[in-house]
């Protein structure tokens, strides 16, 4: 990998690691709010307000995905997909293989939800613009409808940080024994002290 590559991966690796920090930051406030506006079976004091606010939280995790979709899709998952091969087994964790699929199969979800969402949109008569009910409805349906997948990516993203340390770590044991045998074959013999 080119020096060149291996910037570019560690950007988008940055990137990825600041989504899960701010979709973290999102749920967190969301799980406040929800705390603070819900009786104890969990329903809320007033659905107007509470549903509003949840689709802020819809709108605001789409928004702190956006920024990385692309990359997800171009570079960061094929990028795991064919690190993990490469890794030995005792650096590998079991649920790996199984995260790269769910992450791949939320990342396709979100794909046709846009693709539906532009088609919807493309439809809209004039009028309906950002801040009317005929455009931020079927807007806000398309945000709920992926939230679960956003939260997925906020979940497992992890994975790829994860896949990407295994990947780059070099097995250091070998190179140890190697050392110490080499160390001892080319040792000189103690030399005896005893006096005569």
Not at 23 to 39: G, K, N, P, R
Not at 170 to 194: E, F, M, N, W, Y
Request: charged share 30%; aromatic share 8%; proline share 7%.
């Amino acid at each position: 990998m080119s020096l060149s590559a291996d910037e570019d991966h560690q950007r988008a690796l940055g990137r990825l690691t600041r989504y899960i920090a701010e979709a973290e930051e999102i749920l967190a406030s969301w799980d406040d709010y929800s705390d603070e506006h819900t009786d104890a079976d969990g329903w809320p004091h007033d659905p107007t307000a509470y549903g509003a606010r949840q689709r802020r939280r819809d709108a605001d995790t789409w928004e702190a995905f956006a920024k990385i979709r692309f990359v997800a899709l171009t570079h960061l998952l094929p990028f795991a997909e064919r690190q993990l091969p490469h890794i030995p087994a005792l650096r590998t964790c079991p649920s790996w293989a199984w995260q790269l699929k769910t992450l791949r199969t939320s990342l396709d979800e979100l794909y046709d939800l846009q693709e539906s969402w532009l088609a919807e949109r493309d439809a809209l008569p004039d009028r309906a613009v950002p801040g009317t009910e005929e455009y931020d409805e079927p807007l806000a349906d398309r945000n709920a409808e992926a939230w679960h997948y956003l939260d997925t990516w906020a979940v497992h993203g992890q994975a790829l940080l994860d896949i990407n340390t295994a990947a780059q770590q070099r097995p250091r044991h070998r190179t140890r024994l190697t050392t110490v045998a080499t160390v001892s074959a080319t040792s000189p013999k103690p030399v005896s002290r005893r006096t005569p």
